[in-house]
């Protein structure tokens, strides 16, 4: 079967605009040519419902967010999951990656926003909210990290010294 058996909750373009990259409920996340729309891999899957997905600036890797509290990195080419980020206490809602492709930055429903380090697989930086933080995305120039509570607050957070 090419397409999903469930419902897609997530979708991305990669930066050049070759690939579509989806995820359903299913867990599994699938690679689409977006010119003629055919399927052409399953990356992996987790092990709980995929919440959010993202690609890197130079489109070859593919980061991933999940019920089951782990963030993965997976090469868009090989389908390999190059890394697993772990550290959150409940699900993760949402993750984004600066434009600079070094850092991502998760939301989860443990009230943290939490910064990582994507060569060294490390956590760099940690902020905790009154809710649940819901959705996360950085600013073109690395610098500020705008992140929504599930409470309704919107948390304008500076990156420094990275």
Not at 78 to 104: F, M, Q, W, Y
Not at 128 to 149: A, H, K, L, N, Q
């Amino acid at each position: 079967m090419e397409g999903h058996s469930n419902k897609i909750r997530a979708m991305a373009i990669t930066p050049d605009s070759k690939a579509v990259v989806s995820v359903s409920r299913v867990n599994t996340i699938k690679i689409w040519d977006l010119k003629s729309g055919k399927y052409l891999k399953t990356l992996g899957w987790h092990h709980r419902p995929v919440t959010a997905l993202t690609s890197t600036p130079d489109g070859k890797t593919i980061v991933s967010a999940s019920y089951d509290q782990i963030i993965k990195i997976w090469n868009l080419q090989s389908g390999e999951c190059l890394r697993t980020l772990k550290g959150h206490n409940d699900l993760v809602k949402d993750v984004a990656i600066t434009p600079d492709g070094r850092v991502v930055v998760s939301t989860s429903h443990d009230r943290t926003i939490k910064v990582w380090n994507l060569e060294y697989e490390e956590e760099i930086a940690a902020f905790i909210g009154e809710s649940p933080m819901t959705c996360c995305t950085v600013t073109p120039d690395d610098r500020t990290i705008v992140v929504g509570e599930q409470s309704g607050r919107v948390h304008f957070l500076r990156l420094e010294g990275l």
